[in-house]
């Protein structure tokens, strides 16, 4: 990692859209602060970063999947064995790289240090690779692909009493992995394979989230 990676001073900021896919039933309780479904998660997370910098390191169109699982309750420090893999955008040269590993690493600070001292995973390994991540406009559906290696996607949670073309969302959600003041519209998985860092599982029609993030640092 170059020096001004490892520097914690450098102020950055990053915008987007976040979501997951994983084995809880929906909605998945972690956004409620419970314990997942059966105990135990397992999933995709992805963030596309509409636009952001660090230092004058511009970040606009980059994105980051991971990989992660754990057992217990994160939100309350009750959860054993996290682990987690991470891809970067291999399309990032290598001042963005050593910024994106500085941010989503937590040595920038911001969110992703808090996030990442209360989940405080074993990182299993961290890789450039080429990832497609895409979210409409209207949140109909999103999703994230590495070829060979990943694919998460969903399609909007809907059902007889939701009015035509509504999102089902939830307001300051207790357990938000973005942050807090960000609003989580649900969906319902209809990919999420991963074949990486140790990790292998393929079903559809589990719980699927999506956030949007804002963040800056290193305060």
């Not at 692909?145 to 073309?165: C, F, K, M, N, Q």
Request: with cysteine; proline share 7%.
């Amino acid at each position: 990692m170059t020096e001004q990676a490892a520097t914690t001073d450098i102020r950055w900021h990053l915008a987007g859209d976040w979501f997951d896919t994983c084995k809880c039933t929906i909605p998945c309780p972690c956004t409620f602060a419970q314990p997942p479904t059966s105990g135990d998660c397992e999933g995709i997370m992805a963030w596309r970063i509409r636009e952001g910098n660090y230092g004058d390191v511009r970040l606009d169109g980059l994105s980051v999947v991971m990989l992660g699982s754990f057992t217990g309750n994160p939100w309350t420090g009750e959860h054993t064995d996290p682990y987690a893999g991470i891809f970067l955008d291999e399309r990032a040269d290598e001042r963005q790289r050593a910024a994106l590993g500085a941010i989503f690493g937590g040595q920038a600070g911001g969110w992703p240090a808090e996030f990442g001292e209360m989940f405080h995973p074993e990182i299993r390994g961290m890789e450039f690779a080429p990832i497609e991540v895409n979210v409409d406009d209207d949140l109909a559906t999103w999703t994230a692909e590495i070829p060979g290696r990943v694919r998460a996607s969903a399609e909007a949670l809907t059902g007889p009493t939701t009015p035509e073309g509504m999102r089902v969302q939830v307001h300051n959600s207790p357990g938000s992995e973005v942050g807090p003041g960000q609003t989580a519209t649900w969906g319902r998985s209809t990919a999420d394979r991963a074949d990486a860092f140790g990790f292998s599982w393929d079903r559809a029609g589990r719980s699927s989230k999506h956030f949007p993030f804002d963040w800056s640092g290193p305060s």
